[in-house]
């Protein structure tokens, strides 16, 4: 049985059941900043089950896509060395929010194993919580003589935290026979791979409290999870999850690449298999390489898979070209998958070329710190520790390279930095703010708030809620707060456009709208101040948004949209949103992109969305399914969940389409509204990411102001004309370098009158004022004037102490700069170095005390 059959089959199990299927959700979890991945099928839920949210539904059913390669769950180490560890794979999951509980939950379960894909009952064993006594029962009653075993350990008890929803779990194991090593759960061989957990079942029935107290929770709930990869393995036959179809395309073809076929590379197989599902999930869902929370470990996800690669004789990039298998494998169930694919493979190849130039400076890093070092010594752990964390050496790597020359590895020092780095990359939160508790309450007991804002600008509305201090109260007679109306023309925060502001007033009170909210998906809630009067819940109040400003963000807005459609245009559809924030000032667009913009490439883009604005050609906002969108060809943004009906943003005539966007934001009524585009700045934000900001209209008008005021500030310093101020420019640049060459000859004359002769053929000179580029220059300086010995020069610059050495070629036989260098270094608590002709360093410290060592050294 495929596995896309396998998961098929599950969720119409369940849709058949009365459960409503749920597209998996991101595997950058929504509103849970505590959570570095999602690592369950539960975290789309999460508030559901903790009572702060509802859905119109009270049975559910999902296949999630999940991540497990950081934070609390890291499999990260285990892969490879395993039949069942990955960083990704996939949960299915059913769930009861306060509707079935123990025995339906059990009952189904053993239905679809059983009955839906036709196991064995032989095969199957349940667990249950030791106190579980109903547990126990219910499974003599569904499944009959079923081994069922008591377990007292916290593998059966399941909490969401130190406080909040808990309850006993009971797990479903499947014996792949006693030709596989393992003992059965709760004996001491239970790590083997024989008995494989393959459906974990949830009882959420108490509330965990602050003073330890477990209490039975109203609602009682049910949460499943049963890996998509263990299931198909056991229907599939094999007792490794690597050996299922899923994983045989993807391992062929690292096969083919590296022209191997053996058994000791299958560890490494798996790695790349693994670890290419993980890599191309997360760049689909919006996450880049970088050096620190979630894109940090998508980099270590990287280069492990990379050194992997290196370990079976794969000398180049590769990862980009295995992308596509796995594309092609799971784009019918995550169609993302393909729309990224263009961001997936750049963005892969450009960090495999990184880590290639990475992997050479780290091997030649290794050999200078072992180059003064002989058979028996040991390598310092914080070495190792560096190569393993800046360079991806695994410990194992580094040690199999000293061997050659008997040199050991410092392992407890390794271990202790190795610590510390942990202890640095914990995951702290994403940094996003959490809803407060008091959204999820209104939103248990008021509807969505209508937004009326595409057609009006002006509205009567009810005040249904006023928010102070995190406080539902009555009545607000002064301060800062928020008001919920039934419906409003108030556009909310969303989508990177920023919200509405304006004024909400009575007879009997103002409030000055500074900012507009959507919370919990529902809740439209405007920020601001009470300015005079009061205002009641209940009171009916008037509505006005500022309009001059709102015209403003459409243009922005609609002007984002041009400037993605140039960007394809003369890029390419590998161009994709990763992100955007506009106000009625400036807008800024983040997009896939794996170089810089030249300035003749900015221009043209530039050109493109200018010429669209001067067509004043008419925007279209229209409301459509999502699929009846996706199929006429609408833009969607990777990663966005969209409901079942969406709004859409066409800019197009009679004869040219120029953009189709899903898009829930407000928008000028034609091109023309934006007035004029231009781009003011354009930089890198990532591994193959860019930014362009950008402004539009009146705020072009003042810029091309702030401009004239300065040519003309500068034109009346040169005292010169506007046109003129390239050629005075020119001509003063020209005096300067004169003046510079005349400064310099007339610094290294007065160094050079301060030489020492340390020896024969030695000669240093220690001056003040100098760079390391300095000493460089003076160097040759002296190098014409004594072609023969060794030069040595010190410099205090700017709180260092800068050093050269050069030696020359008829004494390198005798003399290495970069030997000579580190003498002085040493006494500085200095880096530096280079060849046997000339090395250059800093550090810090006493100038007469690294210069006394280095001439000692040379006596």
């Known amino acids: 049985m495929l596995t896309s059959d396998i998961r098929s089959s599950f969720l119409k199990f369940f849709e058949k059941n009365g459960h409503r299927v749920i597209d998996s959700s991101m595997v950058v979890p929504q509103n849970d900043p505590s959570l570095l991945f999602t690592n369950a099928g539960m975290v789309q839920f999460k508030n559901v089950f903790t009572g702060m949210e509802t859905r119109e539904y009270k049975r559910a059913t999902s296949a999630q896509k999940c991540i497990r390669a950081g934070g609390k769950h890291n499999d990260l180490d285990q892969v490879g060395f395993t039949a069942r560890h990955h960083t990704f794979f996939e949960m299915l999951g059913n769930f009861s929010f306060g509707d079935y509980f123990k025995e339906d939950a059990i009952y189904f379960a053993w239905t679809f194993l059983t009955k839906e ?45 130190d406080v909040g929803p808990c309850g006993p779990c009971s797990e479903i194991f499947f014996d792949h ?266 939103r248990g007991k008021m509807a969505p708030t209508l937004f009326i804002g595409y057609d009006h600008s002006e509205a009567s509305a009810k005040i249904l809620s006023i928010i102070q201090n995190g406080i539902d109260v009555d009545q607000l007679t002064a301060g800062d707060a928020f008001l919920v109306t039934e419906k409003t023309p108030f556009y909310a925060e969303c989508g990177g456009q920023i919200g509405d502001s304006g004024e909400i007033f009575t007879n009997a009170g103002k409030f000055v709208v500074t900012a507009t909210y959507k919370f919990c998906d529902a809740i439209i809630a405007h920020k601001g101040r009470l300015v005079s009067g009061e205002i009641n819940v209940f009171d009916n109040v008037t509505m006005k948004i500022d309009v001059s400003r709102r015209g403003k963000i459409r243009a922005n807005h609609t002007a984002t949209h041009l400037l993605q459609a140039a960007l394809k245009k003369v890029f390419g559809d590998h161009v994709a949103q990763r992100g955007s924030s506009l106000d009625d000032k400036r807008l800024r667009f983040d997009f896939s992109h794996n170089r810089a913009l030249s300035n003749e490439e900015l221009k043209r883009v530039e050109y493109i969305v200018n010429e669209n604005i001067l067509k004043n050609l008419p925007v279209q906002c229209k409301t459509m399914t999502k699929d009846e969108a996706i199929n006429a060809g609408a833009t969607a943004l990777f990663g966005e969940k969209y409901e079942s009906v969406v709004r859409t943003v066409k800019v197009a005539d009679d004869s040219d389409l120029v953009s189709f966007e899903l898009c829930g934001g407000t928008h000028a009524f034609s091109t023309g509204d934006i007035g004029l585009f231009k781009i003011v700045s354009e930089s890198s934000i990532g591994s193959g990411l860019r930014r362009i900001e950008a402004i539009t209209g009146m705020q072009i008008v003042d810029r091309i102001h702030d401009y004239e005021n300065i040519l003309s500030e500068i034109s009346s310093k040169l005292k010169c004309n506007t046109a003129d101020i390239i050629d005075k420019i020119s001509d003063l640049l020209v005096d300067v370098k004169k003046n510079q060459q005349v400064v310099q000859t007339f610094r290294h004359q007065a160094a050079f009158s301060k030489i020492q002769q340390i020896k024969e053929n030695v000669f240093a000179v220690v001056e003040d004022g100098f760079s390391v580029q300095d000493l460089r220059v003076l160097n040759d300086y002296i190098r014409v004037k004594h072609k023969s010995g060794i030069i040595i020069l010190m410099s205090h610059y700017e709180e260092k102490v800068n050093i050269t050495v050069s030696v020359s070629s008829d004494l390198s036989s005798k003399y290495n700069a970069g030997q000579v260098i580190k003498i002085g270094l040493s006494a500085l608590n200095g880096k530096g170095g280079g060849s046997e002709l000339f090395a250059q360093g800093a550090g810090f410290g006493n100038i007469n005390s690294a210069f006394k060592q280095i001439s000692d050294f040379l006596q």
């Open 177 to 442: 026979g006693d030709h596989v090593f393992g003992g059965m759960p709760g004996t001491k061989d239970e790590d083997g791979d024989r008995f494989m957990e393959i459906w974990n079942i949830v009882f959420m029935q108490f509330e965990q409290l602050k003073n330890g107290d477990q209490v039975q929770l109203k609602k009682k709930s049910i949460d499943t999870g049963m890996g998509l990869e263990r299931i198909a393995a056991v229907m599939q036959g094999v007792d490794d999850n690597y050996k299922i179809d899923l994983f045989k395309c993807i391992i062929d073809e690292i096969k083919v690449i590296s022209g191997t076929n053996y058994d000791n590379a299958y560890p490494s197989y798996k790695v790349i298999a693994d670890h290419i599902r993980s890599i191309s999930f997360l760049m689909a869902d919006g996450v880049v390489p970088s050096n620190e929370g979630r894109g940090y470990v998508l980099r270590r996800i990287l280069r492990r898979a990379m050194r992997h690669g290196n370990l079976i004789g794969i000398k180049k990039p590769f990862l980009f070209e295995l992308s596509k298998s796995l594309i092609n494998t799971m784009k019918s169930a995550y169609p993302e998958l393909e729309k990224a694919q263009a961001l997936i493979k750049n963005t892969i190849f450009t960090e495999e070329e990184k880590f290639l130039e990475t992997l050479d400076r780290g091997l030649k890093l290794l050999n200078a710190d072992i180059s003064d070092m002989k058979s028996g010594d040991v390598l310092d752990g914080e070495k190792a520790f560096k190569l393993y964390d800046t360079y991806g050496f695994p410990l194992d790597l580094t040690q199999d390279i000293l061997k050659a020359s008997k040199i050991s590895v410092d392992i407890e020092g390794f271990n202790k930095s190795l610590q510390e780095q942990k202890m640095r990359a914990r995951w702290a939160g994403s940094g996003e703010q959490k809803e407060d508790e008091i959204w999820h309450t209104l």
């Open 117 to 161: 894909l036709g196991l064995s009952k032989d095969k199957l064993l349940a667990t249950v919580y030791h106190t579980d006594d109903e547990a126990m029962q219910i499974w003599k009653k569904v499944a009959g003589n079923i081994t069922v075993i008591p377990i007292s350990t916290t593998d059966n008890f399941w909490s969401m935290g």
